[in-house]
Nanobody, 126 residues
Framework: QVQFVESGGGLVQPGGSLRLSCVAS???????TGWFRQAPGKGRETVAC????????WYKRPVRGRFTVSRDNAASTLYLQMNDLQPEDTAVYYC????????????????????WGKGTLVNVSS
């Protein structure tokens, strides 16, 4: 079965850390992979991207310096290390991948993704 399987979400206190994982089952990781999130009552937004096309990463401004995206091509796995989590980080986090625009992160948005995970909930609360 072809699917992305996410794990690692949960409840954490402000200032805490979580590591999300996303395993591609039945297909290899594409050139452009990354994470989106959707907070309650809001639209889905980009969070972080990593590209094997040009070995670059991109982060949404509010998470820069706190989140780190990485990938293990041999294990077909994408990661998101999240440190110093804040209540505004509360959302369902989705992994996704694509190759639009040659697979570089400047093309990272919801329209260009070919595979999506089902999401994992991150709840930051005291």
């Amino acid at each position: 079965q072809v699917q992305f399987v996410e794990s690692g979400g949960g409840l954490v206190q402000p200032g805490g850390s979580l590591r999300l994982s996303c395993v591609a089952s039945g297909f290899p990781l594409d050139l452009m992979t990354g994470w989106f999130r959707q907070a309650p009552g809001k639209g889905r937004e980009t969070v972080a991207c990593i590209s094997s096309a040009d070995n670059s990463t991109w982060y949404k401004r509010p998470v820069r310096g706190r989140f780190t995206v990485s990938r293990d091509n041999a294990a077909s796995t994408l990661y998101l290390q999240m440190n110093d989590l804040q209540p505004e980080d509360t959302a369902v986090y989705y992994c996704a991948q694509g190759h639009r625009g040659g697979g570089i992160c400047s093309w990272f948005d919801t329209y260009g993704m070919t595979h999506w995970g089902k999401g994992t909930l991150v709840n930051v609360s005291s």
